[in-house]
């Protein structure tokens, strides 16, 4: 069945860490790939997509996410991060066959000063 | 930007009501809009599939006759939970797409408690 993984369920990071987590996805085809954040009592904002062309994507407030084909994966990175960035990180992925946008488990991300 | 609404954002009901929540685009057409349900800490699953002036599409193990959906225009679409249950209880969010457009923008999410 068509899905998405996220490996980190819950990380906790101290200020200026810097920040990887790992997307995986199963579909076969061609894909759009998107990281949303949820901040705590708010609803889901864009952070960056993939649709084409450079797999380096960078996205607001300064994450970024590389494509990688061949591995299926979309990983999310932060080279520093802030106590503003406590959230939870979905990865998503639409297939061009199902047209359909299917998100990952979350990762909880929780920043200490 | 494209803003998508969501009412009402909160909603207790009692058990074996029904309760209908309306999801809107406000400032562009969305030929296709998603609900998806989120449990609390978990993410989000996806119900169905609405498309305007058709039948919903939904996901496998979702009760079409318990969460009835209807996309009566390019603006708006509802979601009526019938014959509401305790379990019924959890944070339901839709997302609207626009037309010739691949990105997804999402309503601020309803949350429904059923006592």
């Not at chain 2, 609390?40 to 699953?45: A, G, V, Y």
Request: aromatic share 12%.
């Amino acid at each position: 069945a068509q899905s998405v993984s996220q490996h980190n369920h819950h990380v906790i990071l101290s200020e200026a860490a810097s920040l990887e987590l790992g997307c995986n996805y199963s579909y076969g085809g061609t894909v759009n790939l998107f990281w949303y954040v949820q901040y705590p009592g708010q609803h889901l904002q864009l952070l960056l997509k993939y649709f084409s062309g450079d797999p380096l994507v960078k996205g607001i407030k300064g994450f970024e996410a590389e494509f990688i084909k061949s591995k299926f994966s979309f990983n999310l990175r932060k080279p520093s991060v802030q106590w503003s960035d406590t959230a939870e990180y979905f990865c998503a992925v639409i297939s061009y066959n199902t047209d359909k946008l299917i998100f990952g488990t979350g990762t909880r991300l929780q920043v200490f000063p | 930007g494209a803003v998508v609404s969501q009412h009402p954002s909160w909603v207790i009901c009692k058990s074996g009501t029904s309760v209908k929540i309306e999801c809107r685009s406000l400032d562009f057409q969305a030929t296709t809009m998603f609900w998806y349900r989120q449990f609390p800490k978990q993410s989000l699953m996806l119900m169905a599939t609405s498309n305007e002036g058709s039948k919903a599409t939904y996901e496998q193990g979702v009760e079409k006759d318990k969460f009835l959906i209807n996309h009566a225009s390019l603006t708006l679409s509802t979601l009526t939970v019938t014959s509401a249950h305790p379990e019924d209880s959890s944070f339901y969010i839709c997302s609207a797409r626009e037309l010739e457009k691949e990105e997804l923008n999402f309503g601020p999410g309803t949350r429904l408690t059923v006592t």
